[in-house]
Structure formats: structure tokens, C-alpha cells
T-cell receptor, first 113, second 114 residues
Framework: GNSVTQMEGPVTLSEEAFLTINCTYTATGYPSLFWYVQYPGEGLQLLLKATKADDKGSNKGFEATYRKETTSFHLEKGSVQVSDSAVYFCALTSQGGSEKLVFGKGTKLTVNP | DAGVIQSPRHEVTEMGQEVTLRCKPISGHDYLFWYRQTMMRGLELLIYFNNNVPIDDSGMPEDRFSAKMPNASFSTLKIQPSEPRDSAVYFC????????????FGPGTRLTVT
């Protein structure tokens, strides 16, 4: 079935550093891809999404491009802030339909001032 | 929009007791999902409903867990009897039947079983 592999954390950066969190997937068909963010003590929130190859999702300075040739959806941000400290989850729609999402294990990001 | 509402936010109970977690999805959303999050296993889908009907409960760990959705605006997840290994954060999420399948999560219930 469909699956997601995310780079293991934790990731610790200084403010204004460049961020990349790698995400690769295995899927049949053409799944939709998502990045969710979970701030401390809260539920997951959708950060960005892409529905077809070469689509770029973007939000709050974060970007990710749906790369079918490399089956990847890496999350990037040019200059991180302390407020970006959170856990980031890559996800895709499940095989055989889009009712379920398959989540990666999450990557914890800490940004220091 | 109030978002997905979960109660209680925190629950501490003793082993063997019954625990009931509650969720109110976003109005108009046809799908409701229950997840469990732990450090060891990450985020796990327990069960989901479509139009109040359970569709897939393959993630429910064992018979001690049960979930119901008596109407479109309310769902419960019950654990009876509870065990210390059930300690986790339980999330409810909902989504509409149209759109790009993104799910909207509640704030979670942190359950501690002693």
C-alpha cells in the first residue's frame, strides 16, 4: 500500500537558517500530498498541499514541490523563525481511494534564537 | 467556525476504569476520524466514519476500544477497561466529502491511565 518516509529528527536550527525536511513516498496511482504541522499542545494543522506532479504548495513561507520522478515532496523554508518550532508530518492519500491519509512519523523542528 | 471540538482535554484515570472521549466535528463534514498519538508508534488511525457509519475499524487495537457516531454532530471513543498502555493523545478529525481530502484536527485529549 501507499507509504511515506520522512527524515528522522530532531532538527535544530538557528533563526534565519534554511530548512529542508525530506519526504519520499511510495504510491500507486496519483495521490495528493500534504504537509501538516503540529505546534506544542495542539492538533495537526494543514500547512500546504499539492495534488499533481510539479504542483508547488506554499504557505507561511514554506514550500514543497510534488516530484513524481523522484517520488518526493520535500518541505523547505528559506529563513526559519522561532515560532516555526513544531513537529512536521508528511502525508498522502491512501491507496484505493482518498478517504484515509497515510502519515509519516513526523520530524520535530526546534529553532533557537 | 468553531473547528473540531474534543472533550475532555485531559483525562486521568485508574487502570480498569471506563473512559469516554467525545468529539464534535465541523458542521457539514461527512467524514470523522479517530487517531491515537504516542511517542513510540506515532500517529495511528483507529477508526473512521462516513455519514455516521463506521467504514474502517482495522486500527482499533482490541475489543476494549469501541467508537460510535449516533448523529452527524457527535462521536465517542470508549475504552473499557482502560490500561496504562492506553495512555496517549487521542485526536478527532473531520473533513467534507468534497475537496482535496484535507482533514481538520481537534486539539486532542491527553489520556493518562495509572
Amino acid at each position: 500500500g501507499n507509504s511515506v518516509t520522512q527524515m528522522e529528527g530532531p532538527v535544530t536550527l538557528s533563526e534565519e537558517a534554511f530548512l529542508t525536511i525530506n519526504c519520499t513516498y511510495t504510491a500507486t496511482g496519483y495521490p495528493s500530498l500534504f504537509w501538516y504541522v503540529q505546534y506544542p499542545g495542539e492538533g495537526l494543522q494543514l500547512l500546504l498541499k499539492a495534488t499533481k506532479a510539479d504542483d508547488k504548495g506554499s504557505n507561511k513561507g514554506f514550500e514543497a514541490t510534488y516530484r513524481k520522478e523522484t517520488t518526493s515532496f520535500h518541505l523547505e523554508k528559506g529563513s526559519v523563525q522561532v515560532s516555526d518550532s513544531a513537529v512536521y508530518f508528511c502525508a498522502l492519500t491512501s491507496q484505493g481511494g482518498s478517504e484515509k491519509l497515510v502519515f509519516g512519523k513526523g520530524t520535530k523542528l526546534t529553532v533557537n534564537p | 467556525d468553531a473547528g473540531v471540538i474534543q472533550s475532555p482535554r485531559h483525562e486521568v484515570t485508574e487502570m480498569g476504569q471506563e473512559v469516554t472521549l467525545r468529539c464534535k466535528p465541523i458542521s457539514g463534514h461527512d467524514y470523522l476520524f479517530w487517531y491515537r498519538q504516542t511517542m513510540m508508534r506515532g500517529l495511528e488511525l483507529l477508526i473512521y466514519f462516513n455519514n455516521n457509519v463506521p467504514i474502517d475499524d482495522s486500527g482499533m487495537p482490541e475489543d476494549r476500544f469501541s467508537a460510535k457516531m449516533p448523529n452527524a454532530s457527535f462521536s465517542t471513543l470508549k475504552i473499557q477497561p482502560s490500561e496504562p498502555r492506553d495512555s496517549a493523545v487521542y485526536f478527532c478529525a473531520s473533513r467534507p466529502s468534497t475537496g482535496l481530502y484535507e482533514q481538520y484536527f481537534g486539539p486532542g485529549t491527553r489520556l493518562t491511565v495509572t
